[in-house]
């Protein structure tokens, strides 16, 4: 069964940075992270598509960072400068080379100010 474990966000003060780390147990057409927050769309963090493009939402691009992490089929989000929005949960989601999507449990982010 294909899985994905995420690790790491948590708590942190406006202006300071996270990390959070998406392993997935086989490797990936794509991977990176979606977030939602209540009376918000679901957005676009970063992801990682076929080795090679990356995309970044709007409203983290020169913000956060995300790239292949050191373990096996798995990435890595930098989260710096955050602000109070945000604060959501994010998903780390994949997708297989079959085109089959995957979304991990996910893991909240809360930034105080």
């Known amino acids: 069964q294909v899985q994905l474990v995420e690790s790491g966000g948590s708590w942190a003060q406006a202006g300071g940075s996270l990390n959070l780390s998406c392993v997935a147990s086989e490797p990936m057409w794509s991977m990176g992270w979606y977030r939602e927050a209540p009376g918000r769309e679901r957005e676009l963090v970063a992801r990682?598509?076929?080795?090679?493009?990356?995309d970044y939402g709007d409203s983290v691009q020169g913000r956060f960072t995300i790239s292949k992490g050191a373990a096996r089929n798995s990435v890595l989000l930098r989260m710096n400068n955050l602000n109070p929005q945000d604060t959501a949960k994010y998903f780390c989601?994949?997708?297989?080379?079959?085109?089959?999507?995957?979304w991990g449990q996910g893991t909240l982010v809360t930034v105080s100010s």
């Open positions: 990682i598509i076929n080795d090679r493009r990356i």
């Open positions: 989601v994949a997708r297989l080379f079959t085109n089959a999507e995957i």
